[in-house]
């Protein structure tokens, strides 16, 4: 049943001398390029986001995605392309607008020309029936995925007033710190970042709101870390493909089991960090050598990693720390941020410091939006991130027993749809 | 000196002698999958099976070899052991690279040396400080592990698969051989698309050993699937025009597998093509 709202518009319209419909839109209007529009992305290993992102009938805003970087989009213009319609087709001006928006914010009103009453536009390269309009009010400084509405209006070129289209538009708009690198690609289809990985990282992990990168990779660290999953203490082997990650059975609800290792968690903490942008690269280490004692992922205090298929006495988490007899790590992997080369490792985590009002200062720090009280935080409480490769192997590495002695390479990473 | 996996895997090779295993010739077995229930083993419940990648990281080529592993468990007791396949479609190589690296993807420190007894298999590999049997019969890698209070278990399981791939008729090519999936058609519905565009891809594949599992890998596009209104596989070129690649490979439950692949044109866009296809 119609309102006296709806009547009332209903009654605008007729009088309008034009009605113009909004039938597309295009997000990420020229795929060589990250500036000036979204990135490339897909939705999983199976499914694309096709382009226009947008179309009649769409409804829900996962229907329509889009993704945007934030450095390479930093002091640009971003525009997004839309096609429109008008009736009577003789009418060859009108005025386009929408509110709303989110952090793209409102669209400006935008004069559109039409011919044969399909909008045309040829200030691009593209299709010209196509209109390229710019986002003055676009706010992109954070991650986030974020769900926008635009209420779109028109005027019709001789009128004063403007109408409802009666059309709002629904997307989920995702904003990255910058371009995905490795394994991810802008260049190679089959490896656009993927929209479930995005909603992985920002909203599973909870780095929505994050401008740190260290920080983001902490909070994948710690989310993967605190998956329901559980150390391999027979062999340590990979479960999920390591450095050839297998992400769909990992995010379908680990098809894979439970029993990971270290190369699983070094392979999701750099497939869901560079998703964000982030400089993470899979690193291996062999030789590694005896632990410290820590905490493997889903295990208790261990300093004897393979207790599950080590004879007696060994058949135990924890023995004396000087006992060589001991198993240990003959290689690890854990991940790595190329630019200053700090660690970050979801495969365990070290003893943490004893809470002190040391701890109670720093939480207070972080609400009061100091980045760098988090790190420091998470730190004492014995998470592997942002560690320098001394600190790192400080912390987890018993150097004093024969057996330590490698260095970390970085290898190529994939992901096996 | 660090190492790489490919750097022990080369390692172990030497080590084990591998280049004088005579496993590369004929016959070979026409795949292999456990069975439902094992002989003497029916206490044994299938938790879950695993696919190993089929592909190397960064490589664009499929393994010739198909790796899966079988999780087990007996309820009773608690007991769990893994039993890992690998089948090699064409010879015996692949198997061996496929066992030795599923052996050397593992964070324990492990040692493997060759038997000197054929009790299992044509090549066996002991491992002198675990509960564990590592074999190959022909192009058959096998691979039992001890995931827990399965001491009796695994040397039991281990002469039960090999007395399975015994049993199977041996082939002297799997070329041909009718329990390998057979693809029948893998092509683009046209040899030309232009950039951004998108073609239908068919595939059909003949198999007696359902169900299938399948990989796809594209170069300067993507393969992906339609959900509406019907299932429908197709190409999508990448932004920039040259020549487009897609292959498949398909694994059926015998754990044997196929592989295809076509080339497909990509030329640039013409002007307003979009709107051809949104009217």
Redesign the interface.
Known sequence: MWGVKDIELEVINRRAPCMVILTHIKFNHDPLSLAGDAINIRVNGQQEVSVPEWKSGYFAPEQSLAAYAIAETAGRSITIQCRFTIAPKTSTKAWVKATGGGMLGAVDPVEVTFINGVSHDTSHGGDPDFVSITLRHSALGVIERQDIVWTWAYRCSSQTHWHPMRLTTQHRIYAVLREPPEPWSQTDPQKYPWTWALDYAIVDAGTRGLADMEIAIARIVRHVYDEPLQYDIWYGRSSYGGKMFQITDWLGGFRNGPIVNCYDCAGAVTTFATVLGADAQYNFHDPFGYLKPVYPIGRGLCNNPFYGSAAPPYDVPLVAQSDAGRTSFGNHAYAKRSSDQKNFDACMKASGAKCTWIDALLALLIALGAAWAERLLLQRAGWLIALAQSDYETKVLDASLPGAGGHPVVEAMDISP | ?????LD?LGELKASLGVSGWELRTPPFIPGYAPPVTLPGLDRLTL??T?L???????ATTWNSWVARTY?YREESTRASVQLTIVVDRESAAGAIDGLLLHLL??????KFVRSATTEIGDVAIEEPD??ARHFLRRNVGVSV????EAKELVPHLARAVDMGLRERANVASLAADPAKPKIVHFTANGSVVEV?GQVAIRLEVDDRHPPLAM?F?????????A?VPEEQLYF?A???PGKGRVSVLVINAVNLSAIAAFDIDITAVR?????ER?R
């Open positions: 000196m660090a190492m790489t996996v022990r938790e879950r695993r190993h990648p089929a592909r190397m990281p960064g999780v993807q593992s964070q324990r420190k492990r675990a509960n592990e001890d995931y827990g951004g990989s890998h594209a170069e300067s596009g993507s393969a992906n699937m959900k999508r990448g932004p920039s002007r307003g093509v979009d709107s949104l």
